[in-house]
Antibody, heavy 118, light 110 residues
């Protein structure tokens, strides 16, 4: 079964750092495009970042320079390192596999909540 | 940057047809994907490549895309279809690719 399981969320003070993990099963992370998408409380979906199978990475302007997407091939796991966190980064963070060129997200993880507050 | 516009809400009676639009500049030249999200759950893909249905998604769900508007159509609406729906495209108009989601449409079954 193809599955993604996120972890690492929690309460963090403004300016702090947090690393999210996304463990994959049923497929190989390094052979796929993988992405992070977030959803602030009561709001819509916002794309955060993508890593291509070749290793290229791209970010939304709102997180560029603060967040870093990466993967560990030996652990078949995707990561999101989040630095200089702000209150507006508070959201549920989902990881998802990108299927095909100009493609869709499937599957999605269950999400992990990040709360940035003092 | 590319913008996708969805109506905030659509209401429909059970058994009727719901149409949720997603507007964007020349969106017909892009591939549009649609997701259903129920409260407290992760999004689920319901339509990909404008009009293809993943396995397990009822035939009542269909999609189209032309000109400046993509449309998700749900026929014979059921109570269980009540959810938020999001459209999604890839934007390659700048020097780096990115993903754009519409603002979401809340479907209410009356």
């Amino acid at each position: 079964e193809v599955q993604l399981v996120e972890s690492g969320g929690g309460l963090i003070q403004p300016g702090g750092s947090l690393r999210l993990s996304c463990a994959a099963s049923g497929f190989t992370v390094s052979s796929n495009y993988m992405s992070w998408v977030r959803q602030a409380p009561g709001k819509g979906l916002e794309w955060v970042s993508v890593i291509y199978s070749g290793g290229s990475t791209y970010y939304a302007d709102s997180v560029k320079g603060r967040f870093t997407i990466s993967r560990d091939n030996s652990k078949n796991t995707l990561y999101l390192q989040m630095n200089s966190l702000r209150a507006e980064d508070t959201a549920v963070y989902y990881c998802a596999r990108v299927v095909s060129v100009a493609g869709w997200f499937d599957p999605w993880g269950q999400g992990t909540l990040v709360t940035v507050s003092s | 940057s590319y913008v996708l516009t969805q109506p905030p809400s659509v209401s429909v009676a059970p058994g009727k047809t719901a149409r949720i639009t997603c507007g964007g500049n020349n969106i017909g030249s892009k591939s549009v994907h649609w997701y259903q999200q129920k409260p407290g759950q992760a999004p689920v893909l319901v339509i990909y490549y404008d009009s293809d249905r993943p396995s397990g998604i009822p035939e009542r769900f269909s999609g189209s895309n032309s000109g400046n508007t993509a449309t998700l159509t749900i026929s014979r609406v059921e109570a269980g279809d009540e959810a938020d729906y999001y459209c999604q495209v890839w934007d390659s108009s700048s020097d780096h690719p990115g993903v754009v989601f519409g603002g979401g449409t809340k479907l209410t079954v009356l």
